[in-house]
């Protein structure tokens, strides 16, 4: 969605708030060349009017907007006023489902989103002391990098909420915005878990490629679509992860118990995606897996998907004590355990009268750890059942 954008921005140098002013007037604007004043932007997007003065001569400089004087019963008005222009506004590209577009529109105006500084900047000013002026209260709105940050997650997602952007490199390029300003705000958003949670990237011998990219899931995606039913799961252990730790097959309990922490979670969202494929493609099949498994792995590709994925190092002395014929082993044993999970998932979740499929879309995600106990979401679109949450414990 935001390709020709990310250009245009690139193309005329435009720094973070002037993208986001820019994106702001595309998605804001009531409709195709509606004129708008910089006071009526100031109230629509909630931001200070020194960042909307600067950002529109930014823009109108650049030519991404027309910049004029309204006339009204002949007289010249002191107001000036303000039109998109048709590169501007053709530089954001169609929705990929249904409200993506109001979605990214929400989030540009701030909603949605949590404010690290709320606390803060909640408290009033302070009054003057020795002669010194009291302290500004600053806006209690979501900055606008995090917005414009936000929005361009939501652009780039599916419906389920997973973005198609997996690399910072790629996300600074769209934003304008330093590595560590970006590495803030991901991390805000993603505090309570509520709007974003996001899987750092890693480097790792056992993968292809050897850097794999960060992975980000838009929590709030779920909840805001009409027909999802979400699941929350809750546990005491991490059940995907013991699932592969305990396993009986020796290759990938060890692959498993080698790995750092940070491999390990890379591994997992691969794991949950490979689930959800199969819930989502192959539902009834899963109920007679241990008969027809190897029909199953064939229909599905799944070993084949999983062997872009994974790799043998070379480092001989390594893996050393592993099982000969290291990398069929892996394979084979890997998508067995993920057909196992899938299995499980789908008991967790509700199903229709005679056990046939009632879902246009499921994404498994990950477990987390929030203090003593562990949590998973599976987000689905439900096309019997009527929008819910339910919460599950699994122990």
Same mark, same amino acid.
């Given at each position: 969605?935001?390709?020709?954008?990310?250009?245009?921005?690139?193309?005329?140098?435009?720094?973070?708030?002037?993208?986001?002013?820019?994106?702001?007037?595309?998605?804001?604007?009531?409709?195709?060349?509606?004129?708008?004043?910089?006071?009526?932007?100031?109230?629509?997007?909630?931001?200070?009017?020194?960042?909307?003065?600067?950002?529109?001569?930014?823009?109108?400089?650049?030519?991404?907007?027309?910049?004029?004087?309204?006339?009204?019963?002949?007289?010249?008005?002191?107001?000036?006023?303000?039109?998109?222009?048709?590169?501007?506004?053709?530089?954001?590209?169609?929705?990929?489902?249904?409200?993506?577009?109001?979605?990214?529109?929400?989030?540009?105006?701030?909603?949605?989103?949590?404010?690290?500084?709320?606390?803060?900047?909640?408290?009033?000013?302070?009054?003057?002391?020795?002669?010194?002026?009291?302290?500004?209260?600053?806006?209690?709105?979501? /900055?606008? &990098?995090?917005?414009?940050?936000? %929005?361009? $997650?939501?652009?780039? *997602?599916?419906?389920?909420? !997973?973005? #198609?952007?997996?690399?910072?490199?790629?996300?600074?390029?769209?934003?304008?915005?330093?590595?560590?300003?970006?590495?803030?705000?991901?991390?805000?958003?993603?505090?309570?878990?509520?709007?974003?949670?996001?899987?750092?990237?890693?480097?790792?011998?056992?993968?292809?490629?050897?850097?794999?990219?960060?992975?980000?899931?838009?929590?709030?995606?779920?909840?805001?679509?009409?027909?999802?039913?979400?699941?929350?799961?809750?546990?005491?252990?991490?059940?995907?992860?013991?699932?592969?730790?305990?396993?009986?097959?020796?290759?990938?309990?060890?692959?498993?118990?080698?790995?750092?922490?940070?491999?390990?979670?890379?591994?997992?969202?691969?794991?949950?995606?490979?689930?959800?494929?199969?819930?989502?493609?192959?539902?009834?099949? /899963?109920? &007679?897996?241990?008969?027809?498994? %190897?029909? $199953?792995?064939?229909? *599905?590709?799944?070993?084949? !998907?999983? #062997?872009?994925?994974?790799?043998?190092?070379?480092?001989?002395?390594?893996?050393?004590?592993?099982?000969?014929?290291?990398?069929?082993?892996?394979?084979?044993?890997?998508?067995?355990?993920?057909?196992?999970?899938?299995?499980?998932?789908?008991?967790?979740?509700?199903?229709?009268?005679?056990?046939?499929?009632?879902?246009?879309?499921?994404?498994?995600?990950?477990?987390?750890?929030?203090?003593?106990?562990?949590?998973?979401?599976?987000?689905?679109?439900?096309?019997?059942?009527?929008?819910?949450?339910?919460?599950?414990?699994?122990?």
């Amino acid at each position: 969605m935001f390709e020709g954008f990310a250009r245009l921005s690139e193309e005329h140098g435009l720094s973070c708030n002037e993208r986001f002013l820019l994106a702001a007037t595309v998605f804001c604007t009531v409709s195709d060349g509606e004129v708008f004043s910089a006071q009526e932007l100031c109230e629509r997007l909630s931001v200070s009017r020194y960042l909307v003065a600067s950002g529109l001569g930014a823009l109108a400089k650049a030519g991404c907007i027309l910049e004029g004087l309204e006339t009204h019963s002949g007289e010249v008005k002191s107001m000036r006023s303000y039109k998109v222009t048709l590169e501007a506004s053709q530089s954001v590209g169609c929705e990929s489902w249904p409200g993506q577009k109001k979605l990214v529109e929400q989030l540009l105006q701030g909603q949605h989103l949590p404010n690290p500084d709320v606390s803060r900047q909640q408290e009033s000013a302070q009054p003057a002391t020795d002669g010194k002026p009291p302290k500004r209260k600053k806006s209690e709105a979501p /900055l606008p &990098s995090m917005r414009l940050t936000m %929005a361009i $997650l939501a652009g780039s *997602s599916d419906m389920l909420g !997973r973005a #198609s952007i997996d690399d910072s490199r790629t996300l600074r390029k769209l934003t304008g915005l330093s590595a560590s300003r970006l590495r803030n705000h991901l991390r805000e958003a993603s505090q309570d878990l509520k709007v974003l949670r996001v899987v750092p990237g890693a480097s790792s011998r056992w993968f292809k490629p050897s850097k794999q990219k960060s992975i980000f899931y838009l929590t709030l995606l779920g909840s805001l679509h009409p027909d999802s039913l979400i699941l929350h799961v809750s546990a005491s252990a991490d059940v995907f992860y013991d699932r592969l730790r305990n396993s009986k097959h020796r290759a990938i309990s060890k692959l498993v118990a080698s790995m750092r922490a940070e491999e390990v979670a890379l591994l997992l969202s691969r794991v949950t995606h490979e689930v959800s494929q199969l819930l989502s493609q192959h539902w009834i099949q /899963l109920d &007679s897996f241990k008969k027809n498994c %190897a029909s $199953l792995l064939q229909d *599905s590709g799944l070993i084949k !998907r999983l #062997s872009h994925f994974l790799v043998v190092p070379h480092e001989n002395d390594d893996i050393s004590g592993w099982p000969e014929d290291l990398s069929k082993s892996l394979l084979g044993e890997l998508a067995f355990c993920i057909v196992e999970i899938a299995c499980l998932v789908k008991w967790w979740l509700p199903s229709g009268a005679s056990g046939e499929m009632v879902y246009s879309g499921i994404q498994v995600r990950p477990f987390r750890r929030q203090e003593s106990e562990y949590f998973a979401e599976i987000i689905t679109l439900a096309t019997v059942h009527p929008a819910d949450v339910i919460m599950i414990s699994v122990d």
